[in-house]
């Protein structure tokens, strides 16, 4: 008897759907990588990538256990997010300080993503074309640039694929309920709220699902499927109560003296129609928007409300015959509300990675309403037509996110745009100033921050900021105010201890200046030139023994910090360390071959060396 096996044929149907079957989730695929691929070649920039990973040290560590007990138990940088720290150490582990390998995680996240929505929807809605098209917007879209290309902001792709996974988990809960089947549901929502509080409007999410594509309130009472849902609204407070305590404690909630609730709610509408606009002519995006002089008008919040109320209402009256209108609508509305600015984080007045999840339910929206529009075309043309446009489209949005992307190719780039595209932008021209005071042009620098102060005369890091450029001018008494001002307004700012420490030090006044080198350390363990700073002090008041482990901390801290190989090198000659002063030469020479103070204490320990042993000739 003939064995049986399976005969392929290349031109067999099933083959031919087969291949199709793949040539969507292929495509999304090469399309995100497309897009996102050329991040590699960027850099980490000056906006949080400090806090979250190049000066932290418990990431820099890599994945370590007393790394993972930190990232359960620390608040720091005002966040509550272990898996996101857990994601970062991992990267560290597997790339170091190698920005490219950092950004292809989060490329390649963001793909996983895309390819997940489409599966996601099109097994609610068996609906392949318009799960495709929302996927490919998903994927492209320009206001997503920041959420994927910037390495601090790790917590949005990764939450969101636990978003997704949780979808994933209900489509197979609600196609037969059972308790093994919503244990996972829980556990993936749980893992996404250790990535980003944002999950907390997930339970609503999937409440709007049930109405549709799923149409579980046709079967069930909108109670029962409330009720089905307070695991995860009780687990949504848990994170709420968790975030908003951080972030307390971590001074990132601004009171309603700085932001009053009245200018909280016009900003909060005019966002929303922000966003939207930004959607379809997404032009003019930059890393940060600040807040305009003088605040909202009333009459641009009434227009905005108008506006949404009425888009709102089209989408209700649609609910039957469009029931996706109203559930995208409805989606979007929701989602934003953690983000708005209801309850202010920081000081912008919108951001762009805030509609990573959000926009979602405008593709949603678009996407079957394109399909529905492209379906009561008649002929085979007409529906081609709709799905060139569509494709022409996705296309558009990707070459834009490919040019959005050069602008996170390094911190000037990035705040140079932001100037181009805003107005009084002050945390462009604080970090621009920043950069160009780290590289020594300070005739640049300076400006930048008395752009900042014309706008805020109180702002604390500008003040520091310009207090320390002047400080390295000498110009002590112009800067002494400024640094005074900007301790009164923050003390608990390590840059401006600094800089006022090194103010009294260079005037003589060690003494005075050794109190703020302290409490910079305190406040900044994982800074090296603070701990630099520090033992320099120690050192001139003749206090070695202390001054050494300070020394020693400073170069853990930073391996390439000349100055302090210097410095240690000169402690350990007064010392008569002459072994660990030469290693500690050697190295400062390595990285500094034109040090003259390191080549000639070299050179004169030799000739010591030599005269004590009578080859001096």
Request: hydrophobic letters at 50%.
């Given at each position: 008897?003939?064995?049986?096996?399976?005969?392929?044929?290349?031109?067999?149907?099933?083959?031919?759907?087969?291949?199709?079957?793949?040539?969507?989730?292929?495509?999304?695929?090469?399309?995100?990588?497309?897009?996102?691929?050329?991040?590699f070649?960027n850099?980490?920039?000056?906006?949080?990538?400090?806090?979250?990973?190049?000066?932290?040290?418990?990431?820099?560590?890599?994945?370590?256990?007393?790394?993972m007990?930190?990232?359960?138990?620390?608040?720091?940088?005002?966040?509550?997010?272990?898996?996101?720290?857990?994601?970062?150490?991992?990267?560290?582990?597997?790339?170091?300080?190698?920005?490219g390998?950092?950004?292809?995680?989060?490329?390649?996240?963001h793909?996983?993503?895309?390819?997940?929505?489409?599966?996601?929807?099109?097994?609610?809605?068996?609906?392949?074309?318009a799960?495709?098209?929302?996927?490919?917007?998903?994927?492209?879209?320009?206001?997503?640039?920041?959420?994927?290309?910037?390495?601090?902001?790790?917590?949005?792709?990764?939450?969101?694929?636990?978003?997704?996974?949780?979808?994933?988990?209900?489509?197979?809960?609600?196609?037969?309920?059972?308790?093994?089947?919503?244990?996972?549901v829980?556990?993936?929502?749980?893992?996404g709220?250790?990535?980003?509080?944002?999950?907390?409007?997930?339970?609503?999410v999937?409440?709007?699902?049930?109405?549709?594509?799923?149409?579980?309130?046709?079967?069930?009472?909108a109670?029962?499927?409330?009720a089905?849902?307070?695991p995860?609204?009780?687990?949504?407070?848990?994170?709420?109560?968790?975030?908003?305590?951080?972030?307390?404690?971590?001074g990132?909630?601004?009171?309603?003296?700085?932001?009053?609730?009245a200018?909280?709610?016009k900003?909060?509408?005019?966002a929303?129609?922000?966003?939207?606009?930004?959607?379809?002519?997404?032009?003019g995006?930059?890393?940060f928007?600040?807040?305009?002089?003088g605040?909202?008008?009333?009459?641009?919040?009434?227009?905005?409300?108008?506006?949404?109320?009425?888009?709102?209402?089209?989408?209700?009256?649609?609910?039957?015959?469009?029931?996706?209108?109203?559930?995208?609508w409805?989606?979007?509305?929701?989602?934003?509300?953690?983000?708005?600015?209801?309850?202010?984080?920081?000081?912008q007045a919108?951001?762009?990675?805030?509609t990573y999840?959000?926009?979602?339910?405008?593709?949603?929206a678009?996407?079957?309403?394109?399909?529905?529009?492209?379906?009561?075309?008649?002929?085979?043309?007409?529906?081609?037509?709709?799905?060139?446009?569509?494709?022409?489209?996705?296309?558009?949005?990707?070459?834009?996110?490919?040019?959005?992307?050069?602008?996170?190719?390094?911190?000037?780039?990035?705040?140079?745009?932001?100037?181009?595209?805003?107005r009084?932008?002050?945390?462009?021209?604080l970090?621009?100033?920043?950069?160009?005071?780290?590289?020594?042009?300070?005739?640049?620098?300076?400006?930048?921050f008395?752009?900042?102060?014309q706008?805020?005369?109180?702002?604390?890091?500008?003040?520091?900021?310009?207090?320390?450029?002047?400080?390295?001018?000498?110009?002590?008494?112009?800067?002494?105010?400024?640094?005074?001002?900007a301790?009164?307004?923050?003390?608990t700012?390590p840059?401006?201890?600094?800089?006022?420490?090194?103010?009294?030090a260079?005037?003589?006044?060690?003494?005075?200046?050794?109190?703020?080198?302290?409490?910079?350390?305190?406040?900044?363990?994982?800074?090296?030139?603070?701990?630099?700073?520090?033992?320099?002090?120690?050192?001139?008041?003749?206090?070695?023994?202390?001054a050494?482990?300070?020394?020693e901390?400073?170069?853990?801290?930073?391996?390439?910090?000349?100055?302090?190989?210097r410095?240690?090198?000169?402690l350990?000659?007064?010392?008569?360390?002459l072994?660990?002063?030469?290693?500690?030469?050697?190295?400062?020479?390595?990285?500094?071959?034109?040090?003259a103070?390191?080549?000639?204490?070299?050179?004169?320990?030799?000739?010591?060396?030599?005269?004590?042993?009578?080859?001096?000739?």
């Amino acid at each position: 008897m003939a064995k049986r096996g399976r005969i392929i044929d290349k031109h067999a149907p099933s083959q031919r759907v087969g291949l199709r079957s793949w040539a969507v989730p292929a495509g999304l695929v090469l399309l995100s990588l497309a897009v996102f691929a050329g991040t590699f070649r960027n850099g980490f920039v000056l906006y949080d990538d400090d806090v979250y990973i190049t000066e932290n040290p418990s990431v820099k560590a890599g994945l370590t256990w007393a790394g993972m007990i930190w990232a359960f138990t620390a608040g720091h940088g005002a966040n509550w997010h272990p898996l996101t720290w857990i994601s970062h150490m991992l990267d560290c582990q597997w790339f170091g300080l190698w920005a490219g390998g950092h950004h292809l995680v989060s490329a390649g996240l963001h793909s996983l993503n895309a390819l997940l929505l489409f599966f996601v929807l099109k097994r609610m809605t068996r609906a392949t074309a318009a799960s495709a098209f929302a996927a490919a917007l998903f994927a492209a879209h320009p206001l997503h640039v920041e959420s994927v290309a910037w390495a601090a902001e790790r917590k949005d792709v990764l939450s969101t694929l636990f978003w997704l996974l949780t979808l994933a988990a209900y489509a197979r809960y609600a196609e037969q309920p059972k308790g093994s089947r919503y244990a996972w549901v829980i556990l993936a929502f749980a893992l996404g709220l250790m990535a980003k509080p944002m999950l907390v409007t997930l339970p609503f999410v999937l409440l709007l699902l049930d109405y549709w594509p799923l149409k579980r309130l046709e079967k069930r009472s909108a109670a029962r499927l409330f009720a089905e849902k307070i695991p995860m609204l009780l687990l949504a407070a848990a994170s709420c109560f968790v975030t908003v305590a951080v972030q307390r404690s971590g001074g990132a909630l601004a009171g309603l003296e700085l932001v009053p609730l009245a200018e909280r709610v016009k900003n909060a509408i005019i966002a929303y129609v922000f966003y939207l606009e930004k959607t379809f002519a997404p032009a003019g995006l930059a890393v940060f928007y600040p807040r305009p002089i003088g605040g909202r008008s009333l009459e641009a919040a009434m227009g905005a409300a108008l506006f949404l109320g009425a888009a709102t209402a089209f989408a209700f009256r649609q609910r039957n015959r469009r029931p996706f209108l109203l559930i995208g609508w409805l989606w979007y509305l929701g989602t934003l509300i953690p983000v708005i600015g209801l309850v202010q984080v920081g000081s912008q007045a919108y951001a762009d990675r805030y509609t990573y999840v959000p926009l979602i339910g405008i593709f949603i929206a678009l996407a079957w309403a394109g399909t529905e529009f492209a379906n009561s075309r008649r002929g085979a043309r007409a529906k081609a037509a709709v799905g060139i446009a569509g494709m022409a489209v996705v296309l558009t949005f990707a070459g834009l996110s490919v040019r959005q992307t050069t602008y996170w190719r390094d911190s000037f780039a990035l705040f140079e745009r932001a100037l181009a595209v805003t107005r009084d932008n002050n945390v462009a021209h604080l970090n621009l100033g920043k950069l160009h005071a780290e590289r020594g042009e300070l005739d640049t620098a300076i400006p930048h921050f008395r752009a900042v102060l014309q706008r805020y005369p109180n702002d604390p890091k500008a003040n520091s900021n310009l207090g320390g450029a002047l400080v390295t001018q000498r110009k002590f008494d112009e800067a002494l105010p400024l640094l005074q001002k900007a301790l009164s307004v923050d003390a608990t700012d390590p840059t401006t201890h600094g800089n006022l420490g090194s103010l009294l030090a260079q005037q003589g006044k060690v003494n005075e200046a050794l109190p703020h080198f302290k409490e910079a350390v305190r406040l900044k363990p994982g800074d090296a030139r603070a701990h630099g700073n520090l033992a320099g002090a120690l050192t001139e008041l003749g206090r070695y023994e202390e001054a050494l482990p300070e020394f020693e901390a400073a170069i853990r801290l930073d391996p390439r910090f000349v100055n302090a190989h210097r410095n240690l090198a000169m402690l350990h000659v007064r010392q008569g360390n002459l072994a660990q002063a030469i290693a500690h030469l050697e190295k400062t020479l390595e990285l500094d071959p034109g040090d003259a103070v390191a080549r000639q204490t070299l050179d004169e320990i030799a000739r010591q060396r030599s005269a004590a042993t009578g080859d001096g000739g």
